[in-house]
């Protein structure tokens, strides 16, 4: 359970990360600002983790892991998600 306390903690960390640089240093403007940043950067590194976990032989083998959390595949999903909404916010 403590496992789970602290994997979870890790991808509110780098969504939190995420969102900040976005928004507040790279100035990117987004529908929602911070906090929908946020849950869909969120969203992003749970996705991230997923697919870590579906592919881990395969595509994120040799990046590094931290408490069981690949952080490449989480900061990927996450940057990722936060340009789609951007993308989808700017039509």
Known sequence: MNEIV????????????VSMLTIFIFKVRIVGRYWVGFVVAYVGSLIGGIVNFLFKNNIFKFFSDFYGVNIFASLF???????????????
């Open 77 to 91: 999903f996450a940057v990722a998600f936060i340009l789609i909404l951007r993308r989808i916010s700017k039509e």
């Open 6 to 17: 602290i994997q979870a903690s890790i991808y509110l960390g780098i969504a939190l990360i």
